[in-house]
């Protein structure tokens, strides 16, 4: 019977020692993740974003001089948060936090892939009103960010 005992203390212990390790792991991993999509600095994702806006694609979908269509509201994620500092058209940004669908005015831009080293980012950014998709590429040269590559198409 005190055998028995041991051996059920013991596999409790491991048991807990298993789960808070596994626990810890998690944490971990998490503060990684963010660390790792953090390689732009808040100045530097306000660049991103306002040159994104800027394009003459993301303008034409837009439609400024349309009623409603302006302020411009994005929707966040990590890398458009609700602390940074943008204007756009005269109007300083909005940020949501979820897309008005079938038809909204709400934009979503996801950021494909960051080339920290590069100062790249691949991009594309949703049109809920349009039923369109923008994609592009920002690239730092020298002091500027400058978009590069940008396409549209209708969302099927």
Known sequence: MKIKAIILV???FIALV??????????????NNLEANQCFTKGEREEIIKTIIE??????????????RLPVQLVKNEF???????KSNGYQVIFRDSLILPEGTIHRIRMEEEDC????VTYSVFYPVEGAILTGTIVKSD???MAENTNWGIKD
């Open 10 to 12: 013991n596999l409790i």
């Open 55 to 68: 394009t003459s694609d993301f303008q034409m979908f837009l439609h400024p001089n349309v009623k409603g």
């Open 117 to 120: 080293k590069s100062k790249k």
């Open 80 to 86: 458009v948060t609700s602390d940074l500092k943008i």
């Open 18 to 31: 298993h789960i808070s390790c596994r626990e810890k792991i998690k944490v971990e991993i998490k503060e």
């Open 143 to 145: 002091t500027k960010w």
